[in-house]
């Protein structure tokens, strides 16, 4: 029997993740503060970040924090 309530793809679920504490955040997020949000190791957090970044979902401020990118506009 499969847990409706658990995810098909955990990759996924956790972009999605990212995505869901950036949306909420007050401010742009480093990688460090993610990964804990996300509860996995900053190298996880990384892969994920590039990976949503590459497609402007998420951008790179300076000092290498990240915000909501342009690209959730055409998805809204």
């Not at 460090?32 to 401020?61: C, F, K, N, P, W």
């Not at 990118?69 to 998805?75: I, Q």
């Amino acid at each position: 029997m499969v847990d409706s309530k658990a995810p098909a793809s955990q990759t996924l679920s956790r972009g999605i993740r990212v995505l869901e504490v950036l949306a909420a955040a007050q401010r742009p997020l480093s990688i460090d503060e993610i990964a804990g949000e996300l509860g996995v190791h900053r190298s996880i957090a990384y892969r994920m970040l590039r990976t949503l970044e590459s497609h402007r979902l998420i951008s790179r401020q300076d000092g290498g924090r990240y915000a909501p990118g342009a690209g959730l506009v055409v998805l809204a």
